[in-house]
């Protein structure tokens, strides 16, 4: 076996994101529902007294508010994900 070398052809990017397009939807749907609702859950506990929250609080609402729109934006990617056929 001297001198002979072994190439392996690494397999091609298309087929790798077909094999796992379908996890990958599933995975995006349930973290994106997951953020959303811990989020939701958050938000509906301090919004109520937005008025009394200091420039902190606010300003930590406001970044719950940017965390419900992640989570929406990641599980609009899920679901544009197509099918591998």
Do not use: H
């Not at 052809?9 to 959303?36: E, F, Q, R, W």
């Not at 958050?42 to 992640?70: A, C, E, H, N």
């Amino acid at each position: 076996m001297e001198g002979k070398c072994f190439r392996v052809t690494p397999p091609s990017l298309d087929l790798l994101i077909n094999l796992t397009s379908n996890k990958m939807k599933y995975i995006l749907l349930v973290i994106g529902a997951v953020l959303v609702i811990a989020t939701l859950i958050s938000i509906v506990q301090y919004l109520p007294d937005y008025s009394k929250l200091s420039t902190y609080g606010r300003g930590y609402l406001w970044g719950k508010l940017f965390m419900l729109s992640l989570g929406g934006v990641i599980i609009y990617a899920g679901l544009k994900i197509k099918k591998a056929s």
